[in-house]
T-cell receptor, first 112, second 114 residues
Framework: QQQVKQSPQSLIVQKGGISIINCAYE??????FPWYQQFPGKGPALLIAIRPDVSEKKEGRFTISFNKSAKQFSLHIMDSQPGDSATYFC???????????FGTGTRLQVTL | ETGVTQSPTHLIKTRGQQVTLRCSSQSGHNTVSWYQQALGQGPQFIFQYYREEENGRGNFPPRFSGLQFPNYSSELNVNALELDDSALYLC?????????????FGPGTRLTVL
């Protein structure tokens, strides 16, 4: 059973544009929602994370929007740059569980 | 501060063999999690060790086993390798045994089973 659904599978954005990746979860016990960035041949690197007590968190060009009632959260990358081209994974976990449950990933390509 | 390191980087084995993968945690972290990432997929949780004890396990058969040592480094052992075990194996360390702790990933070990 896939507990975190991620879309789109791939995304092409022009330099300077906004990249938006969406995730939806099923388990209402989840209370921690990180986003990871992964470059080819590398392990995932934590980008930004949010807990459900806030609806939005911004760090530089990266923003997470969180909708608890809809059980959805999204990543917005403002002013997208070619260096942002990577695969992005949303994930979720709860304080009582030891594991991260990942989405299937979004391959982002930022073109010049 | 030293990050999470894994060895070896790449490994090729044949079906039926056994393999051991190693992970050194980030300094100060007492929890290690292992994930399997198949090509084009998100990482799947295998298990976690907290202070040398298993602290949660995903949907993987018993031929996947692990150890954590007093210095918090860890091993993942896979017996009776199958073709579907070909994947990137990721180790992640975190400062505590809770699911909401930030997990920091190593670069992974690419295992190919022929």
């Amino acid at each position: 059973q896939q507990q975190v659904k991620q879309s789109p599978q791939s995304l092409i954005v022009q330099k300077g544009g906004i990249s938006i990746i969406n995730c939806a979860y099923e388990n209402t016990a989840f209370d921690y929602f990180p986003w990871y960035q992964q470059f080819p041949g590398k392990g995932p690197a934590l980008l930004i994370a949010i807990r459900p007590d806030v609806s939005e968190k911004k760090e530089g060009r990266f923003t997470i929007s969180f909708n608890k009632s809809a059980k959805q959260f999204s990543l917005h990358i403002m002013d997208s740059q070619p260096g942002d081209s990577a695969t992005y994974f949303c994930a979720a976990s709860s304080g009582t569980a030891s594991k991260l449950t990942f989405g299937t990933g979004t391959r982002l390509q930022v073109t010049l | 501060e030293t990050g999470v390191t894994q060895s070896p980087t790449h490994l090729i084995k044949t079906r039926g063999q056994q393999v051991t993968l190693r992970c050194s945690s980030q300094s100060g972290h007492n929890t290690v999690s292992w994930y399997q990432q198949a090509l084009g997929q998100g990482p799947q949780f295998i298990f976690q060790y907290y202070r040398e004890e298993e602290n949660g396990r995903g949907n993987f058969p018993p031929r996947f086993s692990g150890l954590q040592f007093p210095n918090y480094s860890s091993e993942l052992n896979v017996n009776a390798l199958e073709l579907d075990d070909s994947a990137l194996y990721l180790c992640a360390s975190s400062p505590g045994g809770r699911g909401t702790d930030t997990q920091y990933f190593g670069p992974g070990t690419r295992l190919t089973v022929l």
